[in-house]
């Protein structure tokens, strides 16, 4: 896939470089800059070819052709269920369900939710190959970023783990967290070669979860007595990090298996991708996204008692 993109030099730009413009003022990766350069009108200065040291001016126009980093992807098409909740022509998120793998890997080469974007975008002229922006575990559901080329992956991608992408989860978990509202702030790190194999550790990573806890009540169903509905937000994106930060404080997520027990509630860890708020790659707008939880956690809830009518309002 290759596409292109333009740029209005503006007076601040003066005197400044093609590279410079591209590099500095646009955020274009080294890579995209390279192999453009090796393209047929791949750098343009007002409509014409351009070398990346030419002197720009104000109101000249920059254009740059967009590609797949050069590399043919290994993501086969292939058709299957997807429930788009955004699409323009820099980025697509989709609404993924539990159970499903995001991107293919052993073991699972085939039926992925990669496959299926891959499948979904060939339907369009350009093809383009699906870039996973945020990843969710294979039990995780909900919202999941995806780039449309290499260059709006790269501007996403830099702002995973600050306050220019914000990633809201909500998870039922067992026990009550206390106090209802806090940061944990545990390093994580593997610590055995199998499935499930993460845990709180000094050798670990830096990893910060923070939490707020939404709804509780007593329930019979759970060892513990009670349930919580709890919204949670990442500062850092650890392996299982929300499932091992919850377990650390003694409230795991209902139906976790790895770091929990298993629930006849629910038959997967109840955790699910709510919303999401970043600053568009292009027009640089913020957009806010959210997708429903899905029924196995609602029906889960009914345990719980929870207004489920608040999941939709503005003020959570």
Request: proline fraction near 6%; hydrophobic fraction near 40%.
């Amino acid at each position: 896939m290759s596409d292109r993109f333009s740029h209005i030099v503006t007076p601040d730009e003066d005197g400044l470089s093609v590279y410079r413009i591209l590099r500095e003022r646009l955020g274009v990766s080294e890579a995209i800059v390279r192999h453009a350069r090796r393209l047929d009108f791949g750098v343009n200065l007002d409509g014409f070819s351009c070398r990346t040291d030419a002197i720009v001016t104000p109101g000249q126009v920059v254009s740059l052709t967009l590609f797949e980093n050069g590399r043919e992807t290994s993501i086969a098409p292939e058709p299957g269920p997807l429930e788009v909740v955004y699409e323009d022509a820099d980025m697509l998120v989709v609404n993924k369900p539990a159970g499903l793998v995001v991107h293919p890997s052993r073991g699972h080469f085939e039926g992925t939710l990669c496959n299926f974007v891959a499948h979904y975008l060939a339907q369009s002229e350009q093809a383009p190959t699906p870039h996973p922006v945020n990843r969710l575990d294979r039990e995780t559901s909900g919202l999941i970023l995806f780039a449309k080329h290499a260059h709006a992956q790269n501007l996403l991608q830099a702002q995973l783990h600050t306050n220019a992408l914000e990633r809201t989860y909500l998870a039922i978990c067992e026990g009550l967290p206390n106090p209802a509202e806090g940061t944990i702030d545990a390093p994580i790190a593997r610590l055995r070669d199998e499935y499930g194999s993460f845990g709180v550790s000094s050798a670990g990573k830096p990893a910060v979860t923070h939490y707020r806890v939404l709804a509780s009540k007593e329930c019979v169903f759970v060892e513990s007595g009670q349930l919580s509905l709890v919204q949670l937000s990442l500062e850092t994106g650890r392996t299982h990090q929300i499932r091992v930060h919850m377990s650390h404080i003694g409230c795991p997520l209902l139906g976790d298996d790895a770091y929990g027990k298993p629930s006849h509630v629910i038959d997967r860890c109840a955790l699910h991708s709510w919303k999401l708020v970043l600053t568009h790659p292009a027009t640089k707008g913020r957009i806010e996204l959210r997708a429903s939880l899905p029924n196995d956690m609602r029906f889960a809830l009914e345990a719980l008692g929870a207004n489920l009518s608040q999941l939709d309002s503005p003020a959570l």
